[in-house]
């Protein structure tokens, strides 16, 4: 009980630390969370957590990895696979050995080894991180790639060196030849095994789908296992599990190519699943790690051995060197890219100070040192696990706290909601090509269709101005359409069109809407027209109307009625205000789709039928016009990555409610 106590806590907590950014947004949500962990341990639970590690490499690392896979963009990987090995491979092997050495010069309490653990679980940069730091400020497109690209690969080349840093430090036996050989076949067998359990999965999901199992709860329960499953099964079998689950992540991300109903839909219930996973893990890990500060903080305030000041400068000195050869591998990658045409030092510099503040330290990190056992093969107590976990956290607060504070210094002065109002602006451009694009779309045949999708379109278009000013056009127009409906009954009156009674009880009802919208009292008093009442008499027919001849007679009112506003329409979109085309535009087709509703002939069944089938075919051009937009402008550097998802979430939705709709 306690521990589902404790279970539920954590996850309100990771809640709660978004709402916290919510109103500062300042101080990043890793930091937040790490405070919450620690305020944690300060109320009265009785729960004492004791971590695994190897279960937490199993629960945290592979699920975290195998969705790095799934999203990385393999084009960018391509393109730009010289920086990102460089990065990736070339600078966490340098980084392991130079802070390595470094830090066992500055510490001599932790052994070489173990400097070597450390300086592995340091190289790794963290994507998800530098994801939640683009929202603050503008990353460039290019940078950003190389990034995550670099993320994506250096997770498992650092993981896997500090796996090797900790089985020397755990056995005492290390033989860099036999390292090598070992490295590099455990590495190929990790990402065989990973692609071969992947084919192996798709095989069984392909036979479950021709039993006609479509089941998508079964689906994404598999999904949900494979990483898991993967991760066990590398370690079993002697090879490296980090590398299989990026293998196999990368191999899922293939996986989406056939279309189909159900594939669709999966696709959806995945995406949503995973971002849930995905956003509960990262918090838990810097929750983890705030639970477990107060006592390793405490192990080294009463530690003699290392002031408490030095421990502190420690962890700046360590941010510091560890920025620094980030800074000085990135100038040199750029004076050996002979390519590029030469750019003034100044400018390649900055450059390069903003690849190395963005490479900040994050959850690999963390669950890399909160991993190191306990305990050597001989029993004793592994040297400064306490100490080691210390350093790796102030690495991690410093690294944010430089990315948050000093990147956007270099950057410009470009807020958080600058870069919202710059996605909003290029939103609205993207739907506006995509009203033209539909627009050229237009036939006699699919006008009303098309008129109702760019009605759709534009309506957005409003909702991303926060047009308080459309609003009032749109009441203004409505008020018109009401006065223009009682303007044409008063004249079918006058011209004896129109039986009397349905004409004052018409009129009655539409006096009442207009002195609802306009207050006028005007129209109070014409609510009981008493000086019409004795013409009105004077027309009354012998007989009373029955109910079917007073709904007939209604009907041919509305009609005229409907007529005449779509003419007085037509008139003022002919010499109308560009802004309030589309809001008139918007009640032509509402009165148009009035008049269809009210036509009660055979030929309405077909007619709505080719409305439906016109208006799903112009939703799927407005679909593809704005998926091709975003990508065009995202690849630009118009729209931010985040604002380009949320995009692409939004299409994924809508594509999913009109398969719906033609299921």
Request: no cysteine.
């Amino acid at each position: 009980m306690e521990l589902f106590e404790f279970i539920l806590l954590m996850l309100a907590a990771v809640s709660l630390s978004n709402l916290v950014n919510r109103f500062i947004p300042s101080v990043s949500v890793p930091i937040i969370q790490i405070v919450l962990g620690m305020i944690i341990t300060l109320l009265p639970f009785h729960y004492e957590l004791k971590l695994n590690p190897e279960l937490f490499l199993l629960l945290f690392i592979a699920p975290l990895l195998f969705n790095d896979g799934r999203h990385a963009d393999k084009e960018a990987l391509w393109k730009l696979k010289k920086p990102i090995l460089l990065l990736a491979l070339g600078l966490v092997f340098v980084t392991v050995g130079v802070m390595g050495y470094f830090l066992n010069w500055l510490l001599p309490v932790i052994p070489l080894a173990a400097s070597f653990a450390l300086a592995a679980a340091l190289a790794p940069t963290d994507a998800v991180a530098v994801g939640a730091l683009e929202q603050k400020v503008k990353i460039p497109h290019q940078t950003m790639q190389i990034l995550e690209g670099e993320s994506l690969i250096n997770d498992a080349s650092g993981l896997v060196s500090f796996q090797f840093a900790v089985a020397a430090m755990v056995t005492g036996m290390f033989s860099f030849k036999t390292a090598s050989i070992s490295f590099i076949s455990i590495s190929l067998g990790g990402v065989v095994l990973g692609l071969l359990l992947t084919f192996v999965k798709y095989g069984i999901v392909k036979w479950l789908r021709r039993l006609g199992m479509e089941n998508v709860t079964l689906h994404m329960l598999i999904e949900i296992m494979t990483p898991f499953l993967i991760f066990i099964a590398a370690e079993e079998l002697g090879v490296n599990g980090i590398l299989a689950v990026v293998a196999a992540g990368i191999a899922h991300s293939l996986g989406y190519k056939k279309m189909n109903p159900e594939v669709a839909k999966l696709r959806v219930v995945s995406k949503s699943t995973w971002s849930v996973i995905i956003f509960v893990l990262n918090g838990l890990v810097f929750l983890l790690l705030g639970t477990q500060l107060p006592e390793i903080i405490q192990t080294i305030w009463n530690s003699p051995e290392i002031g408490n000041v030095k421990v502190i400068l420690y962890t700046l000195l360590l941010t510091v060197a560890v920025l620094g050869l980030r800074l000085i591998w990135a100038l040199l990658m750029d004076l050996s890219e002979k390519a590029n045409p030469r750019e003034p030092w100044p400018v390649r510099f900055k450059k390069a100070l903003i690849l190395s503040l963005s490479g900040v330290r994050g959850t690999i990190t963390l669950a890399s040192t909160l991993s190191l056992p306990f305990f050597l093969n001989d029993g004793t107590a592994f040297p400064a696990r306490d100490l080691i976990i210390f350093l790796a956290a102030g690495v991690i607060l410093w690294t944010l706290l430089a990315s948050n504070y000093l990147l956007p210094l270099l950057l410009g002065k470009e807020t958080q909601n600058e870069q919202e109002e710059e996605d909003i602006q290029a939103k609205i451009e993207i739907l506006r090509n995509v009203v033209t694009g539909l627009n050229e779309q237009t036939t006699d045949e699919n006008r009303l269709a098309t008129v109702q999708i760019i009605n759709t379109y534009t309506s957005r278009i409003r909702t991303l101005r926060k047009d308080d000013n459309q609003d009032k056009v749109q009441r203004s127009l409505g008020i018109s359409v009401l006065k223009w409906e009682r303007e044409n009954t008063l004249l079918a009156l006058e011209e004896k069109e129109v039986n009397p009674y349905i004409a004052y009880s018409y009129l009655n009802k539409t006096n009442k809407l207009l002195f609802m919208q306009t207050r006028d009292s005007s129209y109070k008093k014409e609510l009981f027209p008493i000086k019409h009442w004795i013409e009105m008499f004077e027309k009354l027919p012998q007989a009373p109307l029955s109910f079917r001849e007073r709904r007939a007679e209604l009907l041919r009112l509305r009609f005229q009625n409907i007529a005449y506003v779509i003419k007085q329409l037509n008139a003022l979109l002919a010499e109308g205000e560009p802004d309030h085309m589309v809001t008139v535009s918007a009640l032509i087709l509402h009165q148009e789709r009035t008049l269809q509703h009210l036509s009660k002939n055979e030929s309405v069944t077909d007619t709505r039928k080719e409305f439906d089938i016109s208006l799903q075919e112009l939703a799927r051009i407005g679909i593809q016009l704005e998926r091709d937009n975003i990508q065009s402008m995202f690849e630009t550097g118009r729209i931010s990555r985040q604002g380009m998802k949320e995009m692409k979430r939004d299409i994924l939705f809508m594509e999913h409610d009109l398969r719906e709709e033609m299921a």
